[in-house]
């Protein structure tokens, strides 16, 4: 699609830049004869030939039927095509050609697209010195054009320039069709692979798209930024390196491919396509994989790279907008989590596939998931984040620091070695019964300080499990709430109550799972950190008591706002609503953008 160039901004420079190299009709680009192989740096020399060693007058053809510039141009394109399919006559003679003014090609656009690549002599049907011919072809006629003949030298200047203005007006409206048709080509050619409504699955390698009108997924795909933001191979790399991530989907399902063996799973924001092809290895007998990001292009090719394309089918589109080609399905895959779990609301949408979708007694993995709060003390940290403007290189900068009555939460990697208190669980989601009402929450919480230290900020995280039933209970609420566990295997027997993990962490429990907490693996979701705005003391045994709460944004509501009031309760303080002494009650807003 060469002539796709032209149309960007530079190219419109480069497009002048031609335009101001031409002179008298000439090119530094050879143009072809119409009927054989010479070429020439003039059109009219060019002509000329045609005439003389073809019997072709162009420019007779041209008076006697009154063709346009663009009737011109498919006339130049369909002699070329001819002379193209037979380009040697078996008698060494020129075919005879005639025109007399209603072949169909003359009105068929078919012919405007350029037979030969960059044919220099379409640019130059514009630049043609045609005076003779149409005064001839005028008087013979009578037929003239009603332009006032140039009688001075000033005059036929102004005249040369209207034209030349005219002309590259002319070229640039030719530009924009070409470009325009190119366009439509291509969109045509997506529509085919990835928008194709059907009444039952696809043929193998082919993608279906739903009921959804054109327009509405046009508009969907092309103004939402979220869904552009994952087109990039960058950001999947990130996902995918994420072993965490990863291996925790990829365990589940290849340790329990009784579940997945002849099922129909649906993959909600697919991405790659690697929990697709997961699923197509644990045994599933379809895989319809959603994504309304162009990344579902390259998820495509690698499904059909990796031969899994007679069993996983593309959807291009927004799961809420789609029809898909099946009534229900088994199971329900979705890497949904953003930023402290909520961040991107894309837990929605998949709820939208379980409400449609999701037969009786189907599962979603995962099926449940906890977000949890703690305190940290991290001098570093601070200095790092909330001081460094203090002394930038000798100079205070402090218009730098976020003020305000809401401030950004951080996204930080936080070492286990900075957890100063217990953790409190904010909110259990349960994937099966959930819905997006329940996911805007308010919770109270206790943090126990473990050490003496210092309160620099709260920090937040979240866990996933991973059930071979949504049936299923999992961790009651007092497991939830122990002490944080990790995610290494190796954990000595005797150590296992202590630690607390999470029942899909024990030997004795078929659940899967993984935490995205300071006490595991660092993984791409990392922690948020609540920088407190005043730093609080805190003694072994001291209790931060406040109320969290968490909404989306109502400016956007794939963000969030938190709101957190928090005061001191002192070790060994009875704490009662009328008799425990407090400190004054601070309140804290934040925003995760």
Same mark, same amino acid.
């Given at each position: 699609?060469?002539?796709?160039?032209?149309?960007?901004?530079?190219?419109?420079?480069?497009?002048?830049?031609?335009?101001?190299?031409?002179?008298?009709?000439?090119?530094?680009?050879?143009?072809?004869?119409?009927?054989?192989?010479?070429?020439?740096?003039?059109?009219?020399?060019?002509?000329?030939?045609?005439?003389?060693?073809?019997?072709?007058?162009?420019?007779?053809?041209?008076?006697?039927?009154?063709?346009?510039?663009?009737?011109?141009?498919?006339?130049?394109?369909?002699?070329?095509?001819?002379?193209?399919?037979?380009?040697?006559?078996?008698?060494?003679?020129?075919?005879?050609?005639?025109?007399?003014?209603?072949?169909?090609?003359?009105?068929?656009?078919?012919?405007?697209?350029?037979?030969?690549?960059?044919?220099?002599?379409?640019?130059?049907?514009?630049?043609?010195?045609? !005076? @003779?011919?149409?005064?001839?072809?005028? =008087?013979? /006629? %009578?037929? &003239?054009?009603? #332009? +006032?003949?140039?009688?001075?030298?000033?005059?036929?200047?102004?005249?040369?320039?209207?034209?030349?203005?005219?002309?590259?007006?002319?070229?640039?409206?030719?530009?924009?069709?070409?470009?325009?048709?190119?366009?439509?080509?291509?969109?045509?050619?997506?529509?085919?692979?990835?928008?194709?409504?059907? !009444? @039952?699955?696809?043929?193998?390698?082919? =993608?279906? /798209? %739903?009921? &959804?009108?054109? #327009? +509405?997924?046009?508009?969907?795909?092309?103004?939402?930024?979220?869904?552009?933001?994952?087109?990039?191979?960058?950001?999947?790399?990130?996902?995918?390196?994420?072993?965490?991530?990863?291996?925790?989907?990829?365990?589940?399902?290849?340790?329990?491919?009784?579940?997945?063996?002849?099922?129909?799973?649906? !993959?909600?924001?697919?991405?790659?396509?690697?929990?697709?092809?997961?699923?197509?290895?644990?045994? +599933?007998?379809?895989?319809?994989?959603?994504?309304?990001?162009?990344?579902?292009?390259?998820?495509?090719?690698?499904?059909?790279?990796?031969?899994?394309?007679?069993?996983?089918?593309?959807?291009?589109?927004?799961?809420?907008?789609?029809?898909?080609?099946?009534?229900?399905?088994?199971?329900?895959?979705?890497?949904?989590?953003?930023?402290?779990?909520?961040?991107?609301?894309?837990?929605?949408?998949?709820?939208?596939?379980?409400?449609?979708?999701?037969?009786?007694?189907?599962?979603?993995?995962?099926?449940?998931?906890?977000?949890?709060?703690?305190?940290?003390?991290?001098?570093?940290?601070?200095?790092?984040?909330?001081?460094?403007?203090?002394?930038?290189?000798?100079?205070?900068?402090?218009?730098?620091?976020?003020?305000?009555?809401?401030?950004?939460?951080?996204?930080?990697?936080?070492?286990?070695?900075?957890?100063?208190?217990?953790?409190?669980?904010?909110?259990?989601?349960?994937?099966?019964?959930?819905?997006?009402?329940?996911?805007?929450?308010?919770?109270?919480?206790?943090?126990?300080?473990?050490?003496?230290?210092?309160?620099?900020?709260?920090?937040?995280?979240?866990?996933?499990?991973?059930?071979?039933?949504?049936?299923?209970?999992?961790?009651?609420?007092?497991?939830?709430?122990?002490?944080?566990?990790?995610?290494?295997?190796?954990?000595?027997?005797?150590?296992?109550?202590?630690?607390?993990?999470?029942?899909?962490?024990?030997?004795?429990?078929?659940?899967?799972?993984?935490?995205?907490?300071?006490?595991?693996?660092?993984?791409?979701?990392?922690?948020?950190?609540?920088?407190?705005?005043?730093?609080?003391?805190?003694?072994?045994?001291?209790?931060?008591?406040?109320?969290?709460?968490?909404?989306?944004?109502?400016?956007?509501?794939?963000?969030?706002?938190?709101?957190?009031?928090?005061?001191?309760?002192?070790?060994?303080?009875?704490?009662?609503?009328?008799?425990?002494?407090?400190?004054?009650?601070?309140?804290?807003?934040?925003?995760?953008?």
């Amino acid at each position: 699609m060469s002539g796709v160039s032209s149309c960007s901004e530079s190219g419109w420079d480069t497009q002048d830049d031609r335009w101001d190299d031409w002179e008298d009709g000439e090119m530094d680009t050879p143009m072809k004869c119409l009927f054989c192989s010479q070429t020439f740096n003039s059109s009219a020399i060019l002509f000329r030939h045609a005439k003389q060693a073809h019997g072709f007058d162009f420019f007779k053809v041209r008076a006697d039927n009154e063709l346009d510039f663009y009737q011109c141009m498919r006339l130049v394109n369909y002699i070329r095509t001819k002379e193209i399919n037979d380009p040697d006559p078996a008698n060494g003679a020129t075919p005879a050609f005639a025109v007399d003014g209603t072949e169909a090609f003359l009105s068929d656009d078919a012919y405007l697209k350029p037979t030969l690549a960059e044919d220099a002599l379409l640019y130059a049907l514009d630049e043609l010195d045609l !005076d @003779d011919s149409i005064s001839v072809a005028s =008087s013979c /006629t %009578g037929r &003239s054009d009603g #332009a +006032a003949a140039a009688d001075t030298p000033k005059e036929r200047k102004l005249m040369g320039r209207i034209k030349e203005l005219e002309q590259q007006l002319t070229m640039r409206e030719r530009e924009v069709r070409s470009v325009t048709s190119q366009f439509e080509e291509y969109r045509q050619m997506v529509k085919q692979q990835f928008y194709n409504a059907g !009444d @039952d699955f696809q043929k193998e390698g082919e =993608s279906y /798209t %739903g009921g &959804s009108s054109e #327009a +509405a997924q046009s508009e969907a795909g092309g103004s939402d930024y979220y869904f552009n933001s994952y087109a990039g191979n960058d950001i999947h790399m990130q996902m995918l390196q994420d072993k965490v991530r990863t291996e925790g989907y990829r365990n589940f399902m290849y340790d329990n491919k009784d579940l997945f063996k002849g099922k129909v799973v649906l !993959d909600v924001g697919c991405g790659t396509g690697i929990l697709s092809m997961f699923a197509a290895r644990a045994g +599933a007998a379809k895989v319809i994989a959603v994504d309304n990001s162009d990344i579902i292009h390259k998820a495509q090719a690698n499904v059909i790279e990796n031969n899994l394309d007679g069993i996983i089918t593309l959807v291009k589109g927004k799961i809420e907008d789609l029809e898909l080609p099946v009534e229900k399905v088994d199971i329900i895959v979705s890497e949904w989590m953003g930023y402290f779990l909520l961040f991107e609301a894309m837990l929605d949408s998949v709820l939208v596939a379980r409400d449609r979708y999701l037969a009786p007694g189907g599962l979603l993995a995962p099926s449940a998931s906890y977000i949890y709060l703690t305190a940290i003390s991290d001098e570093d940290y601070m200095n790092d984040r909330a001081n460094y403007w203090d002394n930038v290189y000798g100079f205070k900068m402090s218009s730098m620091k976020q003020g305000g009555s809401v401030v950004e939460a951080d996204v930080d990697v936080v070492p286990s070695s900075s957890v100063m208190a217990t953790r409190a669980l904010l909110a259990e989601i349960d994937h099966g019964t959930t819905s997006p009402s329940k996911l805007d929450f308010s919770s109270s919480f206790v943090l126990k300080a473990t050490q003496k230290a210092t309160a620099h900020a709260l920090l937040g995280y979240f866990d996933v499990a991973f059930s071979r039933t949504q049936a299923s209970s999992g961790p009651s609420y007092e497991e939830l709430c122990l002490s944080a566990y990790t995610n290494d295997e190796e954990v000595p027997a005797r150590a296992r109550q202590a630690d607390g993990r999470a029942l899909w962490k024990r030997p004795e429990s078929s659940m899967h799972g993984f935490t995205t907490g300071p006490h595991g693996t660092p993984t791409h979701w990392k922690q948020t950190v609540f920088l407190l705005r005043e730093p609080i003391c805190m003694e072994l045994g001291d209790e931060l008591h406040g109320t969290f709460t968490c909404a989306k944004s109502a400016t956007n509501p794939r963000e969030l706002d938190m709101d957190i009031t928090y005061y001191l309760v002192a070790a060994g303080e009875k704490h009662t609503e009328n008799g425990a002494r407090k400190l004054s009650v601070t309140r804290q807003r934040y925003q995760l953008r």
